[in-house]
């Protein structure tokens, strides 16, 4: 609330208001951070997705050719469309599976954790690049050393065309497999 509060003048339980009242009509979701004892250093601040990316790029005056030279613009704007497809394929689940994510003081990031019960945990990161390195794992692999057991996988999602293992549990997925049929 304050990184939003500075520039808008506002203060931090004005702007508090505003996101409430984004969230309630459902323009606007905070998405809480994911914590552990077993992890130090965590960050606990939440992340704001808003609820549809083309309301996104119409507010910002983006078209594709815009978000084409604005790749950070891009990889967010992925990330939220990711994160609200993800969403809507887990509400058809019998188990409730809650969103979260992580990150920590020493810049691991993992974009959504899903969890499910006290069971089952997997990472989720959205890339909009057309590769993919070990490197872009690294996140993840955080977040699996510090779960153990409950770690089930880890994604990349990202710009490319094939799916391929980076091993133990981790994968690299076409974004587009979100929605196209896997058969």
Same mark, same amino acid.
């Given at each position: 609330?304050?990184?939003? =509060?500075? *520039?808008?003048? !506002?203060?931090? *339980?004005?702007?508090? +208001?505003?996101? /409430? @009242? !984004? ?21 606990? /601040?939440?992340? &704001?997705?808003?609820?549809? /990316? #083309?309301? %996104?790029?119409? @507010? &910002?005056?983006?078209?594709?050719? %815009? @978000?084409? #030279?604005?790749?950070?613009? @891009?990889?967010? &704007? ?7 497809? !993800?969403?809507?394929? =887990?509400?058809?689940? +019998? ?32 890339? =909009?690049? %057309?590769?993919?390195?070990? %490197?872009?794992?690294? #996140?993840?692999?955080?977040? =699996? ?6 770690? /089930?996988?880890?994604?990349? &999602?990202?710009?490319?065309e094939t799916s391929a293992s980076f091993? +133990?549990? !981790?994968?690299?997925? *076409? ?9």
């Amino acid at each position: 609330m304050t990184d939003l =509060a500075g *520039p808008f003048r !506002l203060s931090r *339980p004005t702007i508090r +208001d505003y996101v /409430t @009242l !984004l969230e309630r009509v459902f323009l606007l979701e905070e998405v809480s951070p994911w914590h552990s004892n077993r992890l130090s250093r965590l960050i606990k /601040t939440p992340k &704001l997705h808003i609820g549809d /990316t #083309g309301v %996104a790029c119409a @507010l &910002l005056g983006l078209d594709g050719g %815009a @978000l084409r #030279g604005d790749r950070e613009t @891009l990889g967010q &704007l992925l990330e939220t469309f990711a994160y609200q497809e !993800l969403r809507r394929q =887990a509400s058809w689940h +019998d188990d409730e599976i809650r969103f979260h994510h992580f990150r920590d003081k020493d810049d691991h990031e993992v974009d959504m954790v899903l969890e499910r019960g006290a069971r089952e945990l997997a990472g989720v990161e959205v890339k =909009a690049g %057309a590769t993919v390195t070990n %490197a872009d794992f690294r #996140g993840l692999r955080k977040l =699996a050393a510090g779960v153990g057991k409950r770690f /089930t996988a880890g994604v990349v &999602l990202y710009d490319g065309e094939t799916s391929a293992s980076f091993g +133990d549990g !981790l994968y690299a997925v *076409p974004i587009r497999a979100l929605w196209e049929d896997g058969r």
